[in-house]
């Protein structure tokens, strides 16, 4: 049921503070204000030399950001593939690496043929899954289950946060196990995500604002995402996102990889969405924003309030996100990303919850 919403998207994008605080009630002790994975969940993090992760699409842009998650916090090296690379291209997995397998569905033919590779590779496999009575959910040593309900829309918006949610709390308490994570930060990583659904809620109040942006992106041809650190694969996810659902061409990029090519693409048609909360690459981004101003790019600038004042540029729209822990800017900044592409599909009368030669599970290769 779309209960008041036009569509199953806009419902699920609504949803996320619900379930997401669900799926954090799940793996965090709010009270003690430390992390506290299921009891059957028995991976020995402290003996752990690496990380695989395989997944696709907007599970694969999760694993992405959880990257940055594990290496910093739990000090693990992490390697990541899109699941149809990953189990052909006979990766030399070593001794105690745990691979995480990443997807919604549970059965999408790639991530689960991965998951297959990485067991006779002798790696425990890790699930983080939706549903809970998968393929994939069922082959795997551990499951941790995000609890974003069914999601009908085919393009992802609360599984991918609620991925986010889940894979925090995982790289925290990996880093508690490790010794890389004192208590101290552990009480403030936890206390930074239990913010997280309220967060979300000032984010939503956005939505009218975007509406009106989204005017003007429903009559470009191609959009450019650019950000930096974890907003880096959160570019890539918006790219993905306006692409599935308006049918605009669009790319995300890593901002510093502006000047080794998609600069000649700037003109004055073209939107360049730059996701840049003010955290420590803020200053970086700010750099690459102006090599977009410099060429007449039509700037719409994600961040919050310190962002916007000392952004000092002249842009198309600049959204002001609520100020936040740096560490949780990715499940927060999912949300005006995909209220964007949202409505510039409605805008453009496209099938929203149905895009064209989309379907939600891909059982085949
Ligand atoms: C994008 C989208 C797809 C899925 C991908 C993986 O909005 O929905 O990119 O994320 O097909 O699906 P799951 O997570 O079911 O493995």
């Not at 490790?178 to 984010?203: H, I, K, Q, W, Y």
Request: net charge negative; hydrophobic share 45%.
């Amino acid at each position: 049921e779309k209960g008041n919403h036009r569509h199953f998207m806009a419902k699920e994008i609504h949803e996320q503070p619900t379930v997401v605080a669900q799926t954090l009630g799940h793996y965090l002790d709010m009270a003690n204000e430390t992390v506290h994975l299921p009891g059957d969940v028995t991976i020995d993090f402290a003996r752990l030399e690496r990380i695989s992760i395989a997944a696709c699409g907007t599970a694969y842009y999760a694993g992405l950001i959880a990257k940055y998650w594990f290496e910093r916090y739990a000090r693990l090296p992490v390697e990541i593939d899109v699941a149809s690379e990953f189990r052909y291209r006979e990766a030399p997995l070593g001794d105690n690496g745990l691979t995480i397998v990443i997807s919604q569905s549970g059965e999408t033919a790639d991530t689960l043929a991965s998951l297959r590779y990485a067991r006779d590779e002798d790696q425990s496999v890790l699930a983080v899954v939706n549903v809970a009575t998968s393929t994939i959910a069922r082959e795997s040593d551990a499951v941790m289950p995000t609890l974003a309900g069914p999601e009908i829309g085919v393009a992802s918006t609360k599984a991918f946060t609620c991925q986010l949610a889940t894979l925090c709390a995982i790289a925290v308490a990996a880093g508690r196990a490790r010794g890389t994570v004192s208590a101290e930060e552990e009480r403030a990583l936890v206390g930074a995500l239990t913010e997280v659904p309220r967060l979300m809620n000032e984010a939503l109040g956005l939505s009218d604002e975007i509406e009106t942006l989204a005017r003007t992106f429903a009559k470009t041809r191609d959009v450019l995402y650019l950000g930096r650190g974890t907003s880096y694969p959160l570019a890539l996810e918006g790219a993905l996102k306006l692409k599935e659902i308006s049918y605009i061409h669009a790319e995300g990029y890593a901002a510093g990889e502006l000047k080794h090519g998609p600069i000649a693409l700037i003109d004055e048609n073209m939107p360049v969405v730059v996701i840049a909360p003010h955290d420590a690459v803020f200053d970086k981004t700010m750099s690459n924003m102006q090599e977009v101003a410099a060429r007449g790019g039509r700037i719409v600038l994600i961040t919050d309030a310190s962002g916007a004042k000392q952004a000092a540029l002249p842009t198309e729209a600049t959204l002001v996100m609520p100020d936040m822990h740096p560490a949780i800017t990715p499940l927060v900044y999912a949300l005006p990303i995909q209220l964007l592409a949202y409505h510039t599909a409605v805008h453009m009368g496209t099938d929203v919850d149905q895009p064209r030669n989309l379907a939600k599970s891909v059982t085949v290769e």
